[in-house]
């Protein structure tokens, strides 16, 4: 089993900045990814960002040269860092982990992001 954690979402200014922070505990050994979904008022989830064990990232075109997801291996702990945010960046963040031979989806209880125009 994983355990996840998110924190740092807020409230902020349209042009602003947040930093999420994701903690990993438990059988966090055999992780093959980990990245961050979103969900704004009314829309489907939609995923924002993913980090491989391997250091590869890819992004949602919506957020590229915006966004970026980096980690603390040490810490089990993956961050996201919104530049430039804008009021269709409004939603709950979603932290996610795929572990294990099986890749297995681990997620968070998610972070309210709220951007003010």
């Known amino acids: 089993q994983v355990q996840l954690v998110e924190s740092g979402g807020g409230l902020v200014q349209a042009g602003g900045s947040l930093r999420l922070s994701c903690a990993a505990s438990?059988?966090?050994?055999?992780?093959?990814?980990m990245g961050w979904y979103r969900q704004g008022p009314g829309k489907q989830r939609e995923l924002v960002t993913t980090?491989?064990?391997?250091?590869?990232?890819n992004y949602a075109d919506s957020v590229k040269g915006r966004f970026a997801i980096s980690r603390d291996t040490a810490k089990n702990t993956v961050y996201l860092q919104m530049n430039s945010l804008k009021p269709e960046d409004t939603a709950v963040y979603y932290c996610?982990?795929?572990?294990?031979?099986?890749?297995?989806?681990?997620w968070g209880h998610g972070t309210q992001v709220t951007v003010s125009s």
């Open positions: 996610y982990a795929v572990v294990g031979p099986l890749l297995s989806h681990y």
């Open positions: 980090i491989t064990s391997g250091g590869s990232t």
């Open positions: 438990g059988s966090t050994f055999s992780t093959t990814a």
